[in-house]
C-alpha cells in the first residue's frame, strides 16, 4: 500500500519534472551527437517518448530527401556531397522544434551546423569508448565509412579526431551498455540540472 503510494509520489514527481523541462526547452531541440554507434538513434528515439516530444534522425531524413540511401548517396556523389546534404537537412530541422533530433556521427564536425544547434538546441554528447563502439557498429553493415579493410583503425582515429569537438556539446553523457531507459534518466537529470535550461526566461 504504501509502496503503490511512494510510486505514485515519484510518477507525479517525473511528470512535473519533464513539464519543467518541456516548458524551458520551449522551441529548442535536444540535439544527439556522438560517434557513429553513440547510441543517438536508440538513445534519443526513447528519450523522445519519454518527454513526449517528436523524434527526427537527420540521417533518415537525408535518405528520405535525397530517395537513396547513405550508402548510394556516398557511391554516387561522394561524402563531400553528403555533408552539404546533412547540413541543409539539419538547419531544416532544427527551425521545427522542439523535438529530439539525432544528428549523424560526423553532423557535429561543421562548423556551421555546430553554430545552428547552439542557437536553436541543447546539444548532449553520448559518449562512449573504443571498445563499446566498435561491438556496436559491428552488428550493421550500413555505415559507408566502415566498408575499408580496417574499420577498427577508422573507428579509432575518428574518435580521436572528433572527441575534442564533441566535447563542445552543451552536456556529456556517457552511453555504457546500460538498459537504455537508465541512459534516458541520466540525460534527462543532467538537462534539468543544466544551466542552459535554467537559464531561460519565464522559468
Ligand atoms: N546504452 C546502450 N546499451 C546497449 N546498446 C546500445 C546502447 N545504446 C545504443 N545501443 C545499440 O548500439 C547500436 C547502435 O546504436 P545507434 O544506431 O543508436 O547509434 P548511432 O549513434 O545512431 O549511430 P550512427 O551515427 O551510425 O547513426 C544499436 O543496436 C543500439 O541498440
Ligand atoms: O560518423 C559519420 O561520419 C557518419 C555517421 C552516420 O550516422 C552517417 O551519417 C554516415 O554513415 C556518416
Ligand atoms: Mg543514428
Same mark, same amino acid.
Given at each position: 500500500?504504501?509502496?503503490? =503510494?511512494? @510510486?505514485?509520489? #515519484?510518477?507525479?514527481?517525473? &511528470? ?5 523541462? %518541456?516548458? /524551458?526547452?520551449? $522551441? ?68 521545427? =522544434?522542439? @523535438?529530439?533530433? #539525432?544528428?549523424?556521427?560526423? &553532423? ?5 551546423? %555546430?553554430? /545552428?544547434?547552439? $542557437? ?78 535554467? &537559464?531561460?526566461?519565464?522559468?
Amino acid at each position: 500500500m504504501i509502496r503503490i =503510494g511512494l @510510486q505514485r509520489r #515519484a510518477k507525479r514527481m517525473d &511528470a512535473a519534472q519533464i513539464e519543467k523541462l %518541456r516548458v /524551458a526547452l520551449g $522551441e529548442r531541440s535536444i540535439v544527439m551527437v556522438g560517434m557513429m554507434g553513440c547510441g543517438k538513434t536508440a538513445i534519443g528515439r526513447r528519450l523522445a517518448q519519454r518527454l513526449g516530444l517528436p523524434f527526427a534522425d537527420a540521417d533518415d531524413e537525408i535518405e528520405k530527401a535525397a530517395g537513396k540511401s547513405i550508402s548510394e548517396i556516398f557511391q554516387d556523389h561522394g561524402e563531400e556531397h553528403f555533408r552539404e546534404g546533412e547540413r541543409k537537412v539539419i538547419a531544416r530541422l532544427l527551425s521545427g =522544434g522542439p @523535438q529530439v533530433l #539525432a544528428t549523424g556521427g560526423g &553532423a557535429f564536425m561543421n562548423a556551421q551546423t %555546430r553554430d /545552428a544547434i547552439r $542557437e536553436n538546441g541543447v546539444s548532449v554528447w553520448l559518449k562512449a569508448d573504443l571498445p563499446v563502439l566498435l561491438r556496436r557498429v559491428g552488428r550493421r553493415d550500413s555505415r559507408p565509412l566502415l566498408r575499408g579493410d580496417n574499420p577498427e583503425a577508422v573507428m579509432k582515429r575518428l574518435l580521436k579526431e572528433r572527441s575534442p569537438i564533441y566535447a563542445e556539446a552543451d552536456l556529456v553523457a556517457e552511453s555504457r551498455d546500460e538498459p537504455h531507459d537508465q541512459i534516458v534518466t541520466q540525460i534527462i537529470n543532467l538537462l534539468l540540472k543544466s544551466p542552459i535550461l535554467a &537559464a531561460q526566461p519565464g522559468v
